[in-house]
């Protein structure tokens, strides 16, 4: 069983800045990949960036050169630093860890970023 708890969400004016932290525990050796993907209201969720336990990064071609995707193994702990935020990443940010040993997608319970003036 692995735990997801996110933190870093809030309201924040464009161009405005925030930094998202997923800590996983429970039995969490077996994790290979944890990032980060999006619902806004109304949309289907989207892949916003993922990162492998080797380094290995998949991010969101309209997020790239703002968002960065980083990660902790010591602390098992991933992080999505969003800069220049516009309203359009207004959205739910759920975090995300897949076990390739047991083909299971384990997700966070949410955190709402909100983008406005």
């Known amino acids: 069983q692995v735990q997801l708890v996110e933190s870093g969400g809030g309201l924040v004016q464009p161009g405005g800045s925030l930094r998202l932290s997923c800590a996983a525990s429970?039995?969490?050796?077996?994790?290979?990949?944890m990032g980060w993907y999006r619902q806004a209201p109304g949309k289907q969720r989207e892949l916003v960036a993922t990162?492998?336990?080797?380094?290995?990064?998949n991010v969101k071609d309209s997020v790239k050169g703002r968002f960065t995707i980083s990660r902790d193994n010591a602390k098992n702990t991933v992080y999505l630093q969003m800069i220049s935020l516009k309203p359009e990443d207004t959205a739910v940010y759920y975090c995300?860890?897949?076990?390739?040993?047991?083909?299971?997608?384990?997700w966070g319970q949410g955190t709402q970023v909100t983008v406005s003036s």
């Open positions: 429970g039995i969490i050796f077996n994790i290979y990949r």
């Open positions: 990162m492998t336990t080797g380094g290995s990064t």
């Open positions: 995300n860890a897949y076990s390739q040993y047991y083909e299971y997608n384990y």
